[in-house]
């Protein structure tokens, strides 16, 4: 097992400033920006910010992420203080926190929490009575077989329904229990030992530990074999298999529905959604070819599995790290326990944590800034799309038609989350956990059937990232992105058009992408494009995925096409976007382009700024985590991938045709 320390190393204490809007530091002036750019914008990154051992990668967002959890910490720190004057949500953020900290606590009590979940998988007396046990697992986040919940209509927005999908696999993703090679088949070893290791720490003996691991794996593995991959999971089509309530015991009759969908407190339902109707029939045989004794194995196991690693004992803490942590993603060492229970109150109590957040570290003025900056890139789309030669009027006017319905939320939600029905307790760490999960399925499976709820997000305001959801039709940029050097008041317009500016593009061509094309402007699934501009459309990004494919990511692990053809399109989309609305902005602002300022002219600084959102390093085991299952592109593709689609890139360095950042042949979607 691996050594994990939380007090005293040098790395995970370290503490990170932002970087500003651009860094001239990062820059590696030796390198030539048009044989390498990546190199040349960030080729010092990684030398100044090595990547710190309790990460498997580092970047520009990885360290605004750790500026933002001190910040969040001193936060917590101080609602954690008993005996101050707490308002509510001081209290349950403060005690959460404070209960996540107790690792004392937490190892006295031993498996003395779970002692009820363990007895009820225990007391399953047949299989006609697994169906409450997988509702109650459903409402506690345990992945047995399968996943329940909540969702727009993919082709009805205005509608929310139950939705049902395949689940209950322990390994990233179902290809990672087929693939040949070295790699793969390690993990797999690995794996059924780590398995074997969870048992044995539940009280198991050797021997019947590792049979039990064995037959653990053979049942996920023919879960596996009846799971859809995730490439092909990519196209709304594939996941949408609307029917009512009576099918779905067609499907897995073993399982009792009306049942399953009483104990999960879900309200009346007539239909729902089916994601993968081949995976219910595929669990029907299984269930009913796997003995009771296997499948209470199994139960156990992803209980203890499925549960926040922080408020496990510290032995089972410490070897849900060593296989999920270091020898899958190559960190290697844990992360101090603060950040880890900073970051699970966040995800607990994400929008009590979040009022405190943006009240300190938000002020209106970014929220106004970044509006006018998505109004201007809202703009650049418009035109771009008159300029189009590969679309018709037809198409045009449809794609007008969903842009203009795109809504805007930026920073935090209009209306906060109302808390008041969660209990939270000082001391009780995995009962914080638990209720927290169950209150948050609770909210969610309580829409189905009502009217949709436009302003909620799907992030907590501290989060560094930003989404598009194509049933809503919204862009999404909490708080916590909206920061240098991201955005930063003090760079130029150059510099932030190229940071923040490509990021708002990004979501905004999400509506456009392979997947987000196929959505209107209501949020729904239905074809709006003409056959022949389809076929354009399909093309255009053809190029894109065999450009993308041709990335070796590490060793014999290559980037993707198909995977990551939706970001890839967004990145080389929201690059041009933000570009056309720089350019405007400039001549609105009289600049002259051919001005240095600090070395670069206002294109040049335009290029660094984006280029420098992708600094960093990733190291080699999560680079073919990534590969396998992430849908981004690794860092250094979303930059030199990129700027090699933009000639405009090549022209304001200088770089010859033929050049590898300035190829004969190039792709362009948007
Ligand atoms: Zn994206």
């Known amino acids: 097992m691996a050594q994990t320390q939380s007090k005293g190393s040098p790395d995970t204490e370290k503490t990170y400033e932002r970087l500003p809007g651009l860094d001239k530091q990062l820059i590696d002036t030796t390198s030539d920006p048009c044989t390498d750019f990546s190199q040349y914008a960030c080729g010092n990154f990684s030398k100044l910010y090595p990547i ?12 605004v992420a750790e500026y933002n959890q001190r910040v969040l910490h001193m936060m917590l720190e101080q609602a954690a203080e008993v005996g101050s004057d707490r308002g509510p949500n001081e209290q349950k953020i403060g005690d959460y926190y404070a209960s996540c900290m107790d690792q004392d606590a937490i190892n006295h009590k031993g498996l003395a929490p779970f002692q009820p979940e363990l007895d009820r998988i225990a007391e399953l007396n047949s299989k006609n009575e697994l169906t409450s046990l997988l509702a109650h697992h459903q409402l506690v986040n345990v992945n047995s077989f399968l996943n329940y919940g909540e969702q727009q209509d993919l082709k009805d927005a205005r509608k929310q329904i139950a ?31 780590h398995i074997t290791n969870v048992l044995k720490l539940m009280g198991e003996p050797e021997s019947q530990a590792m049979s039990d691991a064995q037959a653990i794996m053979q049942l996920e593995t023919a879960l596996a074999k009846v799971s859809m991959d995730i490439t092909s999971r990519r196209d709304p089509q594939n996941v949408y298999h609307l029917m009512p309530v009576t099918e779905v015991a067609g499907l897995t009759p073993d399982l009792a529905w009306t049942q399953f969908f009483k104990d999960t407190g879900t309200p009346p339902i007539t239909e729902l959604n089916v994601a993968n109707p081949d995976f219910f029939k595929g669990l029907n045989t299984l269930l009913s070819s796997t003995g009771l004794p296997v499948i209470k194995t199994y139960l156990r196991w992803q209980l203890i599995n499925s549960t ?3 408020v496990l004992p510290k032995a089972f803490d410490d070897e849900h790290f060593d296989f999920y942590g270091h020898k899958l993603r190559g960190q290697p060492e844990q992360r101090a326990r603060w950040k880890r229970c900073v970051q699970a109150t966040d995800g607990a109590l994400g929008e009590a944590l979040g009022q405190v957040y943006v009240a300190q570290e938000f002020p209106p003025s970014s929220k106004q800034a970044t509006l006018q900056m998505v109004h201007d890139i809202e703009t650049a789309m418009d035109q771009d799309i008159d300029t189009l030669d590969w679309m018709g009027p037809a198409t045009k006017v449809r794609a007008k038609e969903k842009l203009h319905a795109i809504a805007d939320k930026i920073g935090y939600p209009d209306h906060w989350r109302d808390y008041s029905k969660l209990v939270v307790v000082r001391a009780d760490a995995y009962g914080n956990a638990m209720r927290a999960i169950e209150f948050e399925n609770h909210r969610e499976l309580a829409k189905i059937g009502k009217p949709v709820d436009r302003g909620e997000f799907g992030m907590s305001p501290p989060t560094v990232n930003a989404y598009y959801n194509p049933s809503m039709n919204d862009i999404n940029f909490p708080a916590g992105i909206l920061q240098p050097p991201f955005y930063d008041p003090h760079a130029t317009d150059a510099e932030d058009y190229g940071h923040i500016g490509a990021i708002v593009g990004h979501e905004l061509t999400h509506g456009f992408d392979d997947q987000g094309r196929q959505f209107d402007g209501n949020g729904n699934l239905s074809d709006w494009w003409t056959a022949e501009d389809g076929k354009k459309f399909e093309e255009k990004t053809d190029c894109e995925v065999k450009e993308y494919s041709g990335f070796t990511a590490v060793d014999d692990a290559k980037v993707n096409g198909k995977l990551t053809l939706g970001e890839n399109t967004a990145d080389n989309g929201g690059l041009r976007l933000a570009y056309i609305a720089f350019l405007a902005d400039a001549k609105r602002k009289n600049i002259d ?10 294109v040049q600084q335009f290029f660094l700024g984006y280029g420098q959102n992708w600094c960093g390093a990733t190291r080699p085991e999560q680079l073919r985590v990534q590969v396998q299952t992430d849908p981004h592109s690794p860092r250094q593709f979303r930059l030199d991938g990129v700027v090699q689609n933009m000639p405009e890139f090549g022209q304001a360095f200088g770089c010859k045709a033929g050049q590898p950042m300035m190829p004969a042949n190039y792709c362009r979607v948007w």
């Open 52 to 63: 710190p051992n309790d990460r498997s990668g580092f970047g520009p967002g990885a360290m």
């Open 308 to 310: 926040p690693s922080e």
């Open 593 to 602: 382009l051919s001005q240095k300022q600090d070395g670069y002219t206002p």
């Open 163 to 193: 939705a049902l999908d395949q689940g209950g696999l322990g390994l990233p993703e179902r290809d990672y229990y087929f693939r040949a090679g070295e790699a793969a088949e390690k993990t797999r070893k690995e794996y059924v030992q």
